[in-house]
């Protein structure tokens, strides 16, 4: 059993950061896919940008790419999302989620365990 915990989401303003932090715990061995999702009212969940604690370069949207980036504390196992420039559209509740294999990784089936999720508020 995998647990994510979120932390980080608020309000900003437009052309403002913030940052969200996800801390896994629970597993012991193993990699994964670590992937932030969200969803906003009346939307589908959407992959915002994941990474594979394994190795490689985190994978970042086409929506955020510029403005959004992700990286990973492998030490602490904790995955984080810097978020610069925001943009009223950028107002979601944000998801961690944990899977074993993700051949896509922006499909949310592929992803076993998810957190509670982080609200962010970007006014204009």
């Known amino acids: 059993q995998v647990e994510l915990v979120e932390s980080g989401g608020g309000s900003a303003q437009t052309g403002g950061s913030l940052r969200l932090s996800c801390a896994a715990s629970?597993?012991?061995?193993?990699?994964?896919?670590m992937t932030w999702f969200r969803q906003s009212p009346g939307k589908e969940r959407e992959g915002v940008a994941g990474v594979y604690t394994g190795g490689g370069w985190p994978y970042i949207a086409d929506i955020v790419k510029g403005r959004f980036t992700m990286s990973l504390d492998s030490a602490k196992n904790t995955v984080y999302l810097q978020m610069d420039r925001l943009r009223p559209e950028d107002t979601a509740m944000y998801y961690c989620?944990?899977?074993?294999?993700?051949?896509?990784?922006?499909?949310?089936?592929?992803?076993?365990?998810w957190g509670q999720g982080t609200q962010v508020t970007v006014s204009s």
């Open positions: 989620a944990a899977g074993r294999t993700a051949k896509l990784w922006w499909v949310r089936s592929y992803y076993t365990y």
């Open positions: 629970g597993y012991t061995t193993g990699d994964y896919w």
